[in-house]
Every structure is written in C-alpha cells, then in structure tokens.
C-alpha cells in the first residue's frame, strides 16, 4: 500500500521562512516518534513532499568552508542575494529564479531507513525527468546531485543535493535548475567543487522551460519510485 504523502508548492518563498516552516514540521513530526515510544502508541507519522523557487541566495552546509562564497557583504547587496549557514550537510550552493528547490519532509520509517538509497532514489526521479527532455544524466561517482557528461572533462551539475536527517525525518534537499541564472554560481566555489560547471534545462535545450510541467513530471516521478500516493 502506498504512504500518502502531502504536496505543497510554496511558490516564491524566503529562505528563511521557508527554512522556518520545514523545522516546524519536521519538529512535528519527529514529536509523533517521540510520543510513539514513550507511550507505545502507533500514531501514523505526516509526510510532504514541499516544492519552491527561492529569491536569489547562497546557503552553506554544516560541513562547508565559508571561503568558498565569494562574495563579501557588499558583493551580496549588489547582487541582491543573501546568505545563510544551515544544518544540512554538503558545502555551498545558490537558489535561485528558475529552480525547482525540493523539500521531502519524510519519516523514512514510512519508506525505507537507508540516506543512500533515500539519496540515490531523489536523483533517479531528476535523471528521469531529464530524460522525459531528451536530457542524458546520471551519477558523479564520489559526489552526489545529477550530473551530465559526468564521465568526460564535460562533467557539469544540474541539480544538487544537501539533506539532514535525524530519527529518519528528512529535511532539505535538492536544488534543480531549470531556467535558473547560471551568473550566480560563479560567485561560489558549488559544493566545494572548483574544476567542473553548473548548467540547467534552459542552457542544454536552449530554451525557457515551462515551470509548472517540469514540476509535474518531477513530482510524478518522485511518486512512482517511492511509491507515495500524492495528495494535493
């Protein structure tokens, strides 16, 4: 039987509130754990699946290096971004415009309790929707996100990836651009990663893309492989 699980786009949404909302539920339902062991109930645990764009903004992992922003605080004003240390893991990277920015908010209790799987199972459903484009995709070994050209000197990154998991409540996740302003990684070092490019659906077709569709089929895809029954 598939786990039913919520859809939310919050549109264009600050990152901090949209940072705000995820930790409200995420303390919610790390709660329902709580109280399902305490007191040995089996209160069914929430599960959602948020979709957003982001106003343009640096945010760096807890593991990152602040160097690796290159920008200092004026250089941020100019460009009209923000910047924020957060507690997923992974180094720096942009949201933006033009991004599908994914926040599965799972009990992977629901699921499956395995981060690689959670993480490769995330990438497949982008490689997927990539491929829907006619866009050929697939895995950087060491390094997760997705990734095309990733066995050539052409490697670039499409979608990245930073997640925090805790009692197997997911919070964060992917970063997909679409038709996303590239300008805005070159005032970082993505992910810590300083010899391979960044690019998105708009560059490789040479096209705008129609947010909405992408969305769709991103959704549908994520669906299928986790076996969630969406509800909207």
């Given amino acids: 039987m598939n786990k039913k699980v919520k859809f939310i786009d919050w549109g264009l949404v600050d990152y901090q509130e949209a940072w705000d909302r995820q930790e409200q539920i995420f303390q919610q339902t790390v709660a329902v754990k709580t109280q399902n062991r305490t007191n040995q109930t089996t209160l069914e645990t929430p599960n959602f699946l948020v979709f957003c764009e982001h106003p343009h903004v640096y945010t760096l992992g807890k593991s990152g290096h602040p160097e690796n922003l290159l920008l200092d605080e004026q250089g941020l004003k100019d460009k009209q971004a923000t910047y924020h240390k957060i507690n997923r893991g992974g180094d720096i990277t942009y949201h933006g415009p033009g991004q599908i920015v994914g926040y599965p908010i799972l009990d992977l209790d629901n699921f499956f309790t395995d981060i690689h799987l959670y993480l490769r199972t995330l990438e497949e459903a982008v490689i997927l929707t990539l491929k829907d484009y006619g866009i050929e995709?697939?895995?950087?070994?060491?390094?997760?996100?997705?990734?095309?050209?990733?066995?050539?000197?052409?490697?670039?990154?499409?979608?990245?990836?930073?997640?925090?998991?805790?009692?197997?409540?997911?919070?964060?996740?992917?970063?997909?651009?679409?038709?996303?302003d590239l300008d805005y990684f070159k005032n970082i070092v993505p992910c810590g990663i300083d010899d391979k490019a960044v690019t998105s659906m708009q560059q490789e077709l040479g096209e705008r893309l129609d947010m909405e569709t992408v969305k769709m089929r991103l959704k549908a895809h994520i669906a299928h492989l986790f076996q969630m029954e969406i509800e909207e």
């Fill in 137 to 180: 995709a697939g895995r950087y070994p060491g390094f997760t996100g997705v990734w095309l050209d990733a066995d050539n000197e052409k490697a670039r990154k499409i979608c990245a990836m930073g997640v925090r998991c805790s009692r197997w409540v997911t919070m964060h996740g992917f970063a997909f651009n679409v038709n996303a």
